[in-house]
């Protein structure tokens, strides 16, 4: 019996072995690795335009695709609001959705939804060490929440402001031309004018609040030369130099309106707790200054109307149409239009364009000594956008995969030269002005990056959750837009219709919870 | 005499002629079993040696097949590599001729400006012509450069691309190297076995040799 075993065992044995040299042979003929598993499919939410998208699709998950079986599906959403009302729909009927692109403004609520579950657990712990090592600190921060890491960091995104320099040249050249009439506008005001000794400050990274009034007034009164005229788009002449508005901000009761009004009253110091105080120096003084720009007619004629939002202004930044404008690193790059072979054609004449930090926030009202009275400071809240895994995602492991594989530096840095971002890697970080070379773009992350550095911060909680966005965009709305053209702006008028507009906003309350 | 009994000493003789004779097969069988043992080893020995420097062969083509596979593509991204840094080499000597024409345009401003003259006035035509010459050859610089700028980020992405395409065949290859090795290293013990006749040996090389075939398969399917 033993030995009928050992017979079977050593034949067993010698088939094995002669079936394993057969497999090599058949190795031999096509040695590359076998795609064996299942094709699996994977369905990725995306804040991002179709383009945007196509571009992902291409130099991104294409690569993953082949090399790991998976069929991408993208789910695409216009705002991260309509992110969070997909993954509400998709906690209740699942679709599938194996990973979705949030911001951390929402990634909290979306926690405590239980709309998301944490990243982590699709990880194994010393890959995901190894993962967020690679990100900058305050980036994979803004995915930890109660110590675990809920989210991985995918791009950051924050304001600055883009110029053409032949406007910043034309202004710093002419400004005084019209000194007396800026300077009697600012008394109305404030009953000074100018500060002492005001001189236009050569470069906007320098700039407050001042000088962007003064360059707006120079603009805003005398034909430019180097807008819509500009040689380079009329090369014979035929388009006459325009006098029009020439600095431009999303206004309106838009969502980018709340953000660029919040944004203003951050850059004149206000802080999170003075939030609802609606005699707060703050609030006057960037109430005071809007009201000053429209009054004065320094803001175009939409802002009076329905509004701008930030498309908006962009658009008519790529006509050539406004001088200074804030933006982000995607509308950036999407402007100056010669980030990539296929990319639709920029503004003319992008080498006219720079970018700079964000002007300092100072009150119109001057101190004895004749310098404003109240200090704020260059400020841009920056946004991290983040990878979530869905509550009832089929595979979280596949999607801490993909996001980590995503998370490598040669993709970020791609991803920032052809759509815009700040990459969210530290190497990158350090390594920008030797990775970015070409000059437009260094100037483009110097701006941010010197941004983060003079101010910024995360979204107060309560700004949107307690309708305080609402609250403040019709306060706006009555303030600087509700009153009349040449309504008074010195502050104490500014203070009476905040009063008034508080008063009419707590009666219409009082009266609706009737 | 007949029926007379042999001597003592003759019993004796027949008795140990006997027990020899009995040795001698004891030891005929022993040797025989033992013969017929190292036969069998022997036979098996080969046959697993057979499989096994077979393998080998397979195994040695695969794994410089996927070596050339790893060492192409980071060939190949070491030839991105180089061409993308020499392109920026020349995007440096584009800009840098692009500043001295920048100089040349804004000396020229500068000193219309300080003149108080404009671009239409008559005196200044070849000032204005030289000028608008510059603005012209600045353009086609950045419009160059641009270029320049697109082809090094197709071989940026190229070289990105080939990094990664070489792990895969890296650890292909790593893997049917160790196997190589453990199969090797069983071919020994095998070897070992025919000069010692020891059937542990025998049973060491094949496991060992059966760990090497399964960590040359995961070469191919990188399982683990």
Redesign the interface.
């Not at chain 1, 067993?12 to 598993?37: C, D, F, Q, S, Y």
């Not at chain 1, 110590?147 to 910043?168: D, E, H």
């Given at each position: 019996m033993r030995r009928i075993l050992q017979k079977f065992l050593?034949d067993g044995?010698?088939v094995l072995?002669?079936a394993?040299?057969v497999?090599?042979?058949l190795?031999?003929l096509r040695?590359e690795?076998?795609h064996?598993g299942r094709r699996a499919k994977a369905r990725i939410l995306l804040r991002a335009s179709d383009p945007r998208i196509q571009w992902m699709r291409a130099?991104e998950f294409n690569?993953f695709a082949i090399?790991r079986d998976v069929d991408f599906e993208f789910v695409s959403a216009p705002t991260f609001e309509d992110v969070h009302q997909k993954l509400i729909e998709e906690k209740q009927l699942p679709t599938g959705l194996l990973l979705a692109d949030v911001d951390d403004e929402h990634a909290q609520e979306l926690k405590d939804g239980g709309l998301v579950r944490p990243i982590a657990d699709g990880a194994d712990p010393a890959e995901l060490r190894d993962t967020v090592s690679d990100f900058i600190r305050e980036a994979a921060a803004r995915g930890t929440l109660d110590g675990k890491q809920w989210y991985l960091p995918k791009r950051a995104l924050v304001n600055v402001a883009v110029y053409l320099r032949p406007a910043i040249e034309d202004a710093y050249l002419h400004w005084e031309e019209d000194r007396k009439a800026i300077d009697a506008a600012l008394k109305e005001a404030n009953g000074a004018g100018l500060p002492k000794d005001f001189r236009l400050r050569r470069t906007p990274d320098r700039w407050d609040s001042f000088d962007l009034f003064v360059a707006a007034w120079s603009w805003a009164h005398h034909p430019a030369r180097w807008a819509e005229a500009s040689r380079r788009i009329a090369a014979d002449n035929a388009v006459a130099p325009q006098t029009a508005p020439r600095v431009a901000w999303p206004c309106g009761d838009s969502e980018d309106g709340s953000g660029q009004l919040l944004n203003d009253l951050y850059r004149h110091g206000l802080r999170e707790e003075q939030l609802g105080q609606l005699d707060a120096p703050p609030l006057l003084d960037a109430l005071q200054w809007q009201a000053l720009f429209r009054k004065h007619g320094l803001l175009p004629e939409q802002c009076e109307k329905s509004g701008l939002e930030q498309r908006n202004v962009n658009g008519l930044f790529h006509e050539r149409k406004l001088a200074w404008a804030p933006i982000d690193q995607a509308d950036s790059v999407w402007l100056h239009g010669?980030a990539?072979?296929d990319a639709e054609a920029g503004i003319p004449g992008?080498?006219d364009l720079s970018w700079a930090t964000l002007p300092q926030g100072v009150s119109a009202e001057l101190a004895a000594g004749g310098q404003p009275a109240r200090r704020g400071r260059s400020f841009a809240f920056e946004e991290v956008h983040l990878w979530a895994v869905p509550v009832r995602s089929p595979d979280p492991k596949l999607a801490f995969q993909i996001a980590r594989f995503l998370s490598q530096r040669?993709?970020q840095?791609?991803e920032t030269?052809?759509e815009g971002m700040l990459p969210v890697r530290e190497d990158l970080r350090q390594d920008y002005p030797i990775a970015f070379?070409?000059?437009w773009m260094q100037s483009l992350l110097d701006a941010s990056f010197r941004q983060l550095e003079r101010g910024t911060a995360d979204l107060p909680a309560g700004w949107a959750g307690d309708d305080w966005d609402d609250k403040y965009l019709k306060l706006r709305q009555a303030v600087v837009y509700g009153r009349p053209k040449d309504a008074p702006v010195t502050l104490a008028a500014i203070r009476e219709a905040v009063r008034r507009a508080s008063a009419t906003a707590a009666a219409e309350a009082t009266h609706d919870a009737r | 005499m007949p029926g007379e009994k042999p001597p003592q000493g003759a019993r004796e003789e027949t008795a140990l002629l006997r027990e020899e004779v009995a040795l001698q097969k004891r030891e005929a069988a022993q040797r025989g079993a033992r013969e017929a043992f190292i036969e069998q080893l022997k036979n098996?020995v080969s046959?697993?040696a057979i499989?096994?420097t077979?393998?080998l062969s397979?195994?040695g083509?695969?794994r410089s097949?996927?070596g050339d596979?790893a060492g192409a593509a980071r060939a190949a991204a070491e030839s991105a590599r180089r061409q993308g840094a020499e392109l920026?080499a020349y995007?440096q000597m584009k800009?840098a001729e692009k500043s001295s024409m920048e100089i040349a345009r804004d000396r020229i401003r500068l000193d219309l400006s300080a003149r108080g003259l404009q671009r239409d006035d008559p005196t200044v035509r070849l000032d204005v012509l030289k000028l608008t010459g510059y603005e012209e050859r600045?353009?086609d610089f950045?419009a160059e450069?641009?270029r320049v700028?697109?082809r090094v980020?197709d071989l940026?992405?190229q070289?990105?691309?080939q990094?990664?395409a070489a792990i895969?065949p890296s650890r292909?290859a790593f893997r049917y190297e160790l196997g190589g090795k453990l199969i090797t290293l069983a071919l020994i013990l095998l070897s070992v076995t025919i000069l010692s006749s020891k059937r542990y040996l025998l049973w060491s090389g094949?496991t060992l040799g059966a760990v090497g075939?399964l960590v040359?398969?995961d070469g191919?399917?990188?399982l683990f």
């Amino acid at each position: 019996m033993r030995r009928i075993l050992q017979k079977f065992l050593v034949d067993g044995l010698v088939v094995l072995g002669i079936a394993v040299n057969v497999g090599l042979l058949l190795i031999n003929l096509r040695p590359e690795r076998p795609h064996l598993g299942r094709r699996a499919k994977a369905r990725i939410l995306l804040r991002a335009s179709d383009p945007r998208i196509q571009w992902m699709r291409a130099n991104e998950f294409n690569e993953f695709a082949i090399a790991r079986d998976v069929d991408f599906e993208f789910v695409s959403a216009p705002t991260f609001e309509d992110v969070h009302q997909k993954l509400i729909e998709e906690k209740q009927l699942p679709t599938g959705l194996l990973l979705a692109d949030v911001d951390d403004e929402h990634a909290q609520e979306l926690k405590d939804g239980g709309l998301v579950r944490p990243i982590a657990d699709g990880a194994d712990p010393a890959e995901l060490r190894d993962t967020v090592s690679d990100f900058i600190r305050e980036a994979a921060a803004r995915g930890t929440l109660d110590g675990k890491q809920w989210y991985l960091p995918k791009r950051a995104l924050v304001n600055v402001a883009v110029y053409l320099r032949p406007a910043i040249e034309d202004a710093y050249l002419h400004w005084e031309e019209d000194r007396k009439a800026i300077d009697a506008a600012l008394k109305e005001a404030n009953g000074a004018g100018l500060p002492k000794d005001f001189r236009l400050r050569r470069t906007p990274d320098r700039w407050d609040s001042f000088d962007l009034f003064v360059a707006a007034w120079s603009w805003a009164h005398h034909p430019a030369r180097w807008a819509e005229a500009s040689r380079r788009i009329a090369a014979d002449n035929a388009v006459a130099p325009q006098t029009a508005p020439r600095v431009a901000w999303p206004c309106g009761d838009s969502e980018d309106g709340s953000g660029q009004l919040l944004n203003d009253l951050y850059r004149h110091g206000l802080r999170e707790e003075q939030l609802g105080q609606l005699d707060a120096p703050p609030l006057l003084d960037a109430l005071q200054w809007q009201a000053l720009f429209r009054k004065h007619g320094l803001l175009p004629e939409q802002c009076e109307k329905s509004g701008l939002e930030q498309r908006n202004v962009n658009g008519l930044f790529h006509e050539r149409k406004l001088a200074w404008a804030p933006i982000d690193q995607a509308d950036s790059v999407w402007l100056h239009g010669g980030a990539r072979r296929d990319a639709e054609a920029g503004i003319p004449g992008p080498g006219d364009l720079s970018w700079a930090t964000l002007p300092q926030g100072v009150s119109a009202e001057l101190a004895a000594g004749g310098q404003p009275a109240r200090r704020g400071r260059s400020f841009a809240f920056e946004e991290v956008h983040l990878w979530a895994v869905p509550v009832r995602s089929p595979d979280p492991k596949l999607a801490f995969q993909i996001a980590r594989f995503l998370s490598q530096r040669g993709f970020q840095q791609r991803e920032t030269e052809a759509e815009g971002m700040l990459p969210v890697r530290e190497d990158l970080r350090q390594d920008y002005p030797i990775a970015f070379r070409l000059v437009w773009m260094q100037s483009l992350l110097d701006a941010s990056f010197r941004q983060l550095e003079r101010g910024t911060a995360d979204l107060p909680a309560g700004w949107a959750g307690d309708d305080w966005d609402d609250k403040y965009l019709k306060l706006r709305q009555a303030v600087v837009y509700g009153r009349p053209k040449d309504a008074p702006v010195t502050l104490a008028a500014i203070r009476e219709a905040v009063r008034r507009a508080s008063a009419t906003a707590a009666a219409e309350a009082t009266h609706d919870a009737r | 005499m007949p029926g007379e009994k042999p001597p003592q000493g003759a019993r004796e003789e027949t008795a140990l002629l006997r027990e020899e004779v009995a040795l001698q097969k004891r030891e005929a069988a022993q040797r025989g079993a033992r013969e017929a043992f190292i036969e069998q080893l022997k036979n098996r020995v080969s046959v697993a040696a057979i499989i096994l420097t077979t393998a080998l062969s397979f195994i040695g083509n695969v794994r410089s097949d996927r070596g050339d596979a790893a060492g192409a593509a980071r060939a190949a991204a070491e030839s991105a590599r180089r061409q993308g840094a020499e392109l920026w080499a020349y995007y440096q000597m584009k800009m840098a001729e692009k500043s001295s024409m920048e100089i040349a345009r804004d000396r020229i401003r500068l000193d219309l400006s300080a003149r108080g003259l404009q671009r239409d006035d008559p005196t200044v035509r070849l000032d204005v012509l030289k000028l608008t010459g510059y603005e012209e050859r600045i353009r086609d610089f950045d419009a160059e450069t641009e270029r320049v700028f697109f082809r090094v980020q197709d071989l940026e992405a190229q070289e990105d691309v080939q990094q990664r395409a070489a792990i895969e065949p890296s650890r292909s290859a790593f893997r049917y190297e160790l196997g190589g090795k453990l199969i090797t290293l069983a071919l020994i013990l095998l070897s070992v076995t025919i000069l010692s006749s020891k059937r542990y040996l025998l049973w060491s090389g094949v496991t060992l040799g059966a760990v090497g075939l399964l960590v040359s398969l995961d070469g191919y399917f990188l399982l683990f």
